[in-house]
């Protein structure tokens, strides 16, 4: 069975400040996505990662891989109130084709 | 193109009532998919397809039916609906013809369901 825990659930920071967010998943994966939700709204894709390694920045956010520490971080750069949302992880589970969602982290901007 | 449409928005039920809940998609992906959205616990897997005529079980399937008659639609039904079922429901559809794996998935605007 695959988990995916994320930390930290709730995350609030200034105006122009770097964070972190961690999602670990407990078995191997294929591929793994992050999503972003906006509240109120509906999931849309940010980034995939397909192998070890694999690092892919859009703006002020930049994903990487570590699979064989089961590990994916998403970084923020000088963060800016538009990156206010609910941020997930979804590796896919090895041999399905089944998305496991971690629980989220939502992310508030102050300015 | 639409691309996922789900149908209700809102829906309120009473304990043991039974419905539908529908999602229908025009980008002509085979996989589509049902979740469940609770607070604190993420996007849960209902139930997914991998084409017309082929289903199967998610995370968490109990109280919940579907079907795939076609590659448009995949609708979600509720037996017999339970204050538990209170949930925010997401239609997600996705195509993995060229790789054989499911690429990213196209959410639907969600159905915020009620069972009182």
């Known amino acids: 069975e695959l988990k995916v825990e994320q930390n930290p659930l709730f995350l609030s920071m200034q105006e122009g400040k770097n964070y972190t967010i961690y999602c670990n998943y407990s078995?191997?994966?294929?591929?793994l996505y992050w999503y972003r939700q906006d509240p109120g709204k509906s999931l849309e894709s940010l980034f995939v990662?397909?192998?070890?390694?694999a690092v892919k920045q859009e703006g002020r956010l930049m994903a990487s891989l570590d699979t064989k520490a089961r590990l994916s971080t998403l970084h923020i750069t000088a963060a800016v109130h538009d990156l206010s949302a609910t941020y997930f992880c979804?590796?896919?589970?090895?041999?399905?084709?089944?998305?496991?969602f971690g629980t989220g982290t939502r992310l508030k901007v102050l300015a | 193109n639409a691309g996922v449409t789900q149908t209700p928005k809102f829906q309120v039920l009473k304990t043991g009532q039974s419905m539908t809940l529908q999602c229908a998609q025009d980008?002509?992906?085979?996989?589509m998919s049902w979740y469940r959205q609770d607070p604190g616990m993420g996007l849960r897997l209902i139930h997914y397809?991998?084409?017309?005529?082929?289903?199967d079980q998610g995370e968490v399937p109990n109280g919940y039916n579907v079907s795939r008659s076609t590659t448009e639609d995949f609708p979600l039904r509720l037996l017999s609906a339970a204050p538990s079922q209170t949930s925010v429901y997401f239609c997600?559809?996705?195509?993995?013809?060229?790789?054989?794996?499911?690429?990213?998935?196209?959410f639907g605007s969600g159905t915020q369901l009620s069972v009182l």
């Open positions: 078995t191997t994966s294929d591929r």
């Open positions: 979804a590796p896919l589970r090895s041999g399905t084709y089944k998305y496991i």
């Open positions: 397809s991998v084409g017309a005529g082929i289903t």
């Open positions: 997600a559809s996705s195509s993995d013809a060229e790789t054989g794996f499911v690429e990213k998935l196209f």
């Open positions: 980008m002509n992906h085979e996989y």
């Open positions: 990662l397909l192998s070890n390694g």
